[in-house]
């Protein structure tokens, strides 16, 4: 008896740090492990964005997609900022908008930015019906996809030690210029970029458009002749994971919020499918979108901030 006793002793004690250790990752702390994308969550996200209907500049949708991501963040443990500006449009209006920014690991120097825009193009004017090109989008693709994929990876930085600060930043007022107008576009990412004082993240990662099924996300031009070793690094781990939805063929060069940054020499990449039937139109919906879709690109980013 006695010396049962003595023997259970370590045995009780294994048991109950074994027990701590469970409690404190599932709750609370931290792994430094890389992290698996769950494709149910992120497409879970790309519902919650889509439910709420169009999010265009100046609309409910807009201000309560808004508060979403600025919940989940906060759900998420991020250190959360808000950017809220006007831009004054070539057509004379006035957009109010906000740039919703989370920050992880705040106390690494060596910082990359992954950003989205959240806003949706307040006109379908890609409509194959000419009655519809007046009528806002849903966005599932355009807005909603890369949204999901972000919301999911910080939901995944909230549990997990990532071994660099990672800024997530939902931009706004991509979307809302008139075609051959390219100074109405990507205001947000703009803002931000002519912003940023002190800040230099020495990577920025842009996903658009990259939830549409079997997506083919070819090397974006500006990314592909500016930033060169950084779309390697992306798509090398695509590579090795065989991920085929990364594609080694030339994309089209667009203007897109990766550009603000690119143009101020730091070295950003744009990952998207521009290839997309319903591209402005209200066929932009979540039955054109996959899981898998924001699965690849999901995994990749996380590899890739793993790997730094
Ligand atoms: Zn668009």
New binding site residues.
């Given amino acids: 008896m006695q010396q049962r006793m003595l023997n259970s002793r370590p045995f009780l004690c294994v048991f109950i740090i074994c027990v701590l250790v469970s409690v404190t990752l599932e709750y609370g702390c931290s792994s430094s492990e890389l992290p698996e994308f769950n494709s149910d969550t992120s497409f879970g996200f790309l519902m919650d964005q889509c439910d709420i209907g169009a999010r265009n500049p100046g609309t409910r949708g807009h201000k309560l997609v808004q508060r979403y991501l600025v919940s989940k963040l906060k759900e998420f443990g991020a250190n959360i900022s808000v950017q809220p500006f006007d831009a004054v449009l070539t057509t004379g209006d006035t957009l109010n908008l906000v740039n919703i920014i989370g920050n992880f690991n705040t106390g690494s120097k060596k910082r990359i930015l992954l950003g989205a825009h959240y806003d949706t193009?307040p006109f379908a004017d890609h409509d194959p019906d000419p009655s519809n090109r007046n009528t806002p989008i849903i966005g599932a693709n355009?807005g909603a996809s890369g949204v999901a994929v972000l919301l999911e990876i910080a939901r995944q930085l909230g549990k997990s030690n990532s071994p660099i600060g990672i800024d997530i930043v939902f931009f706004d007022g991509?979307?809302s210029g008139r075609e051959g107008v390219p100074e109405d576009y990507i205001l947000g990412s703009s803002y931000f970029a002519s912003h940023m004082k002190g800040y230099r993240p020495y990577a920025v990662i842009i996903l658009d458009m990259i939830g549409e099924k079997d997506v083919e996300i070819k090397k974006e031009g500006y990314s592909r002749v500016v930033s060169a070793d950084l779309l390697e690094e992306i798509y090398s781990i695509a590579r090795r994971l065989n991920l085929s939805e990364f594609m080694d063929e030339e994309g089209v060069s667009l203007i897109d919020d990766h550009l603000p940054f690119v143009k101020r020499g730091i070295p950003s990449v744009d990952l998207i499918d521009f290839d997309y039937p319903y591209?402005?139109t209200l066929g932009d919906t979540p039955d054109k979108c996959s899981k898998e879709s924001l699965s690849a690109v999901g995994t990749v980013v996380l590899e890739f901030i793993w790997q730094q």
């Fill in positions: 193009r355009d991509e979307d591209w402005h």
